[in-house]
Nanobody
Framework: QVQLVESGGGLVQAGDSLRLSCAVSGRTFSRYVMAWFRQAPGKEREFVARISWGVSSTYYTDSVKGRFTISRDIAKNTLYLQMNNLKPEDTAVYYC?????????????????WGQGTQVTVSS
């Protein structure tokens, strides 16, 4: 397993942009699939985006397609989520997650390493 620490959350207005970062450390993780999830108060943890660390193959939930971009910088051991045209419904705690494997799904239970989360609040 790896250790994950999120940063970059904050309070923004609708239409603004924000970039989240997830610092990755621990054992080698070149074979890992990594993802961003989010959770609003009283709601289930929701899948946002997924990426294969080694080959940068990506997948997004429908609600963020065209607005969010998941990426990674291998040299810096960092995962990113670029969020553009933010909407109030994007308000949530955002978590990065990881699991070793060649294919991983979109359920929270598919991942076994988690960060502590970073708050994103989007006002109208």
């Amino acid at each position: 397993q790896v250790q994950l620490v999120e940063s970059g959350g904050g309070l923004v207005q609708a239409g603004d942009s924000l970039r989240l970062s997830c610092a990755v450390s621990g054992r080698t993780f070149s074979r890992y699939v990594m993802a961003w999830f989010r959770q609003a108060p009283g709601k289930e943890r929701e899948f946002v985006a997924r990426i294969s660390w080694g080959v940068s193959s990506t997948y997004y939930t429908d609600s963020v397609k065209g607005r969010f971009t998941i990426s990674r910088d291998i040299a810096k051991n960092t995962l990113y989520l670029q969020m553009n045209n933010l909407k109030p419904e994007d308000t949530a705690v955002y978590y990065c997650a990881a699991r070793e494997g060649v294919w991983v799904g979109v359920r929270a239970t598919d991942f076994d390493s988690w960060g502590q989360g970073t708050q994103v609040t989007v006002s109208s």
